[in-house]
């Protein structure tokens, strides 16, 4: 099994609701990571998981709350966003942190907030 | 810090071979990856390179020279469905955490 799921595939929100992005993996990979994703330029890091805990966040506002509540599910928890924040939400794992890990992605969610 | 530099787009028939470049500056190197999305589609890992030379993958080649800090991806016997952007990517672990950098992205598109 080498899939990364997501869910939903599309989510539309209020700028005052609050919803989550969900990821899952079974592969045993200690590592998981968001990025977000605007149409035609490249995926951007926004948080690592490491071993079940915040490695890296890449001073993404704090609208958006990731959390990691065992090594197999990753959630990004969304307040107040702004219509700026609408883009592909990827979720990606990999065996670990370290150099040479390669990153498997989930197919996303696609994030509309009006 | 990291930057790396690949043509935007890129046009080729049915059957032909095509080659995308990718130039790196890294403050560390720790190897060279490509991904190919489809329009709306997630990134798919593709190849990744390490040490010096050609590694093939069926239809698809990655080659790296690390003297020059030069990467490429070649695809061949060119399908419709290899239309796609393909990003050329390395690893930033600085703070020991593996951050993926991603190039802005080749736009492939393969015409009858």
């Known amino acids: 099994d080498t899939e990364v799921t997501q869910t939903p595939k599309h989510l539309v929100m209020g700028m005052t609701n609050k919803k989550s992005l969900k990821c899952e993996q079974h592969m045993g990979h200690r590592a998981m990571y968001w990025y977000k994703q605007k149409a035609k330029k490249p995926p951007e890091l926004m948080f690592v998981?490491?071993?079940?805990?915040?490695?890296i966040n890449e001073s993404v506002p704090s609208r958006f709350s990731p959390e990691c509540p065992n090594s197999s599910l990753l959630n990004l928890h969304l307040h107040a966003l702004q219509p700026e924040d609408s883009a592909l939400y990827l979720c990606a794992s990999s065996q670990g942190s370290g150099q040479g890990e390669t990153q498997y992605f989930g197919p996303g969610t696609r994030l509309l907030v009006l | 810090g990291q930057s790396l530099e690949q043509p935007s787009e890129v046009t080729a028939v049915e059957g032909a071979i095509v080659q995308i470049n990718c130039t790196y500056q890294?403050?560390?190197?720790?190897?060279l990856s490509w991904y190919q999305q489809h329009d709306g589609g997630a990134p798919t890992f593709l190849s990744y390179n390490a040490l010096d030379g050609l590694e093939e993958t069926g239809r698809f080649s990655s080659f790296l020279s690390r003297s020059d800090s030069y990467g490429y991806l070649l695809l061949q016997e060119l399908q419709m469905k290899d239309s796609a952007s393909y990003f050329c990517?390395?690893?930033?672990?600085?703070?020991?955490?593996?951050?993926?950098?991603f190039g802005a992205g080749t736009r492939l598109a393969v015409h009858p």
């Open positions: 890294t403050s560390g190197f720790y190897g």
């Open positions: 998981y490491s071993y079940e805990k915040l490695s």
């Open positions: 990517a390395v690893r930033d672990v600085s703070g020991g955490y593996n951050k993926l950098i």
